[in-house]
């Protein structure tokens, strides 16, 4: 059964621009799902409405896992910009999504550690963020997204704000993750390159309205080690 069901979402806001229409998908455990599509298309509204950061005007997200109304589906975002907190230290910022659920450092210092040892950074636990590079940065956000071990992940065009090179380097770290750890990745994108990178399946989108065009299975395009 899937981790997440859209089932015929619709999504209008209150300027009367309809951002999807009719949307159905199904994300099923251990897919990296690339939405790709035009800026415009409904992409990071399909992600806010999985995220619960909106709701649909029209139809349903259901958790098929959960009993209903249970709503504790545990997921980490990653948006564009890494959204760090400046005053505190790589460490606290990872550490922030366990502390916010009652788990003071002594509890969790192992989890965090564990999370930053994941995306190469174990050695920048003491860093502040404006001593890391913008790659270094967005690998903490990872980091942070993952501390709590979600069953999903959501990633908004993480890497627009990123150089070519800098981008190459992450989307292999992403990938070594989703290969060795079995994360499920819903990832926003307007990369083709990217989507056929790092996907196990692309699903393409198209603006006005809002929709899918096209859901694509992935074969590893490149040998990948
Ligand atoms: P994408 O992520 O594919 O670039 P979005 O989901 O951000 O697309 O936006 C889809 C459409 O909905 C766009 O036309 C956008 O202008 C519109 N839109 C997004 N958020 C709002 C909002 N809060 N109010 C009005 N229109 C919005
Ligand atoms: P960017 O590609 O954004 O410049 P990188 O992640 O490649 O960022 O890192 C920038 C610099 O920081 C590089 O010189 C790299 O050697 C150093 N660096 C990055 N990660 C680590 C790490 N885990 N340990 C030591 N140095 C690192």
Redesign the pocket.
Known sequence: QPIVSLQGIT?S???A????KNLSLDIGAGEFVS?L????????????LIAGL?SPTNGRIVWPGEAPGQGDHELGFVFQEPTLMPWATVFANVHLPLRLKGRSVAVARDEVMDALEMVGLAGFADSYPRELSGGMKMRVSIARARVTRPKLLLM??PFAALDEITRFKLNNDILRLWETLGWTVIF?T?SVFESVYLSSRIVV?A?RP?RVVADLAVDAPYPRT
């Open positions: 999504k806001f209150s300027n621009t309809v951002a999807l939405l599509g035009p800026s415009g298309c409904g992409k990071s509204t399909a992600l806010r909106s908004d065009e926003v307007h989108m603006a809002g």
